[in-house]
């Protein structure tokens, strides 16, 4: 309601357009997370990936979380008292097989998968964490981008 309201249209034309409050939701996500999704197909396109090229991805990946701290706990509440769905489910495979790629490249031993998946989640998880505590913490790091580029320069180095 307060969404027609400032947009000055009818609720029924915003139930009509989008289906209802969880799928308008859905589709200001998909157009939030848009450029994280345009970075990830980026790293799976390529045919070898660099450790710098890892580096960048994932250094990326972080500033895009950490300047999406409102967004993450939002969709957080949402998904948590409505299904995913299929656009959001689709959104975190695209970013589960970017990461796999990575961890693949640089750890070449590790045949079982679920020690495959282990590391991608890991390795998601270090790069998202950040930004949940960033109001409290960051403060205390000093230069914020000379943190998140060591930080993911060491996440890295410990994958290969």
């Known amino acids: 309601r307060e969404i027609a309201t400032k947009a000055d249209v009818n609720v029924a034309t915003i139930s009509y357009y989008f289906g209802g409050k969880v799928q308008l939701f859905s589709y200001l996500m998909e157009l939030h997370w848009a ?16 450790k710098e090229d890892s580096y960048q ?22 998904y948590q008292n409505y299904e995913i769905d299929v656009d959001t ?11 796999h790629k990575i961890v693949i490249t640089f750890c070449h031993k590790l045949e ?14 270090a790069l998202c964490l950040p930004a949940y505590w960033n109001e409290v913490a960051m403060p205390l790091v000093g230069d914020v981008d000379s943190f998140m580029e060591m930080y993911v320069r060491q ?6």
């Open 35 to 50: 450029d994280l999704i345009e970075l990830c197909n980026e790293l799976l396109a390529k045919q070898e990936i660099t």
């Open 57 to 78: 991805f994932c250094l990326r990946f972080m500033k895009k979380q950490m300047n999406s701290t409102g967004i993450i706990r939002s969709e957080q509440i949402m």
């Open 89 to 99: 489910g689709n959104r975190l495979k695209v970013q589960f097989e970017a990461f």
């Open 112 to 125: 079982d998968e679920s020690a495959i998946l282990a590391k991608e989640i890991v390795l998601l998880s």
């Open 155 to 160: 996440l890295i180095d410990e994958l290969s």
